[in-house]
């Protein structure tokens, strides 16, 4: 039994890297989707959604995250 309690946190273990790797890749965004975000953003400004319908299987938030995370200035 102590076997199957181990085995039940490698589970764990295995399901957030699989998690995080999932999170770092929807934060890489193709050259082609880069610069589709940045006219779109130039043209209408901060409205994720209406850039994220623009671009399939993206969503507002990840769209919204990856800017931030690239082209957010600091004050």
Do not use: C, Q
Not at 18 to 41: Q, T, V
């Amino acid at each position: 039994m102590a076997n199957s309690e181990h085995s039940s946190s490698d589970d764990t273990s295995v399901d957030s890297r699989e998690e995080e790797s999932r999170n770092r890749s929807k934060l890489e965004f193709s050259e082609d989707e880069e610069i589709l975000i940045i006219r779109m953003y130039n043209l209408i400004g901060e409205r994720w959604k209406l850039i994220a319908g623009r671009i399939p299987g993206r969503t507002a938030e990840e769209i919204e995250k990856y800017w931030n995370s690239r082209y957010s200035t600091s004050e």
